[in-house]
């Protein structure tokens, strides 16, 4: 089946500081939303695309982003909420109301701000969702990673069994859509979308991606990713 893809890019990008949203910062004379948008666009599996930005934002992206490099698989733009978690459910919500909800439909929801996904990785994923319900991809961590409490540490996790979470994460629309449910009851908040499936009990694979998939969060991240894109090209 087609997968449909959420875009959450509603975020303030308090880490990266400056004046200017992040994901329209230019990186090799063109936005980061709009490389990512092109990974999807240009993928035979995906039938449609939401992008999630701020409610100020929806017609310059409309303008700069979606007309200017004419992204036609762009089905609409969602305005985001205040969490992360927020954007993603008013981007679910729009999928259900546009019809998109078949029960095992792949939903695959991509952090704008991931313009270096290799989307070769992309029917892996789908295969994957379609075989177990939740996939995401993510990469094994290099650093000892420590649990820090009032400046000490509290505990060192075995590494050995330590993997980054990245983007995209892809579900079928009934799994999301009750991890979702789930969570609004609960009052439930996390930083990625497969945290809310874990906690329904419902097993969520790890596929292993690549290390340049890199969240474009902090100053430095856009030297690296502009190295990366050249590398690429
Ligand atoms: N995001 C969103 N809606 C929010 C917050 C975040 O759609 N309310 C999106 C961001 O735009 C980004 C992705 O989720 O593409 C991952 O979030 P993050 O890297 O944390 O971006 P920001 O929240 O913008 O950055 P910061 O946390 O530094 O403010
Ligand atoms: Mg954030």
Partial sequence: MKATVLIPAAGTGRRMGGSVNKQYLELAGKPILAHTLTLFENHPQVENIYVIVPIDDIAYCQKNIIDRFKFNKVQRIIAGGVERQDSVRNGL???TEDGFNQQCR??????????LFDCKRLSALIEAVEESGACTVGVPVKDTIKDVE????????????????????????????????????????????????????????????????????????????????????
Avoid: C
């Fill in 150 to 233: 009032n400046k000490t540490i509290t505990g060192s996790p075995d590494r050995s069994r330590l993997w980054q979470a990245q983007t995209p994460q892809g579900f079928q629309y009934h799994l999301i859509m009750e991890a979702f449910d789930r969570a609004d009851a609960d009052g439930f908040v996390a930083t990625d979308d497969a945290s809310l499936v874990e906690r329904l009990g419902h097993p969520v694979q790890m596929l292993e991606g690549d290390y340049r998939n890199i969240k474009v969060t902090t100053p430095e991240d856009i030297l690296v990713a502009v190295a990366l894109l050249g590398g690429r090209t």
């Fill in 93 to 95: 919500n729009a999928i």
């Fill in 106 to 115: 792949p939903i695959l929801i991509h952090d704008g701000a991931r313009p």
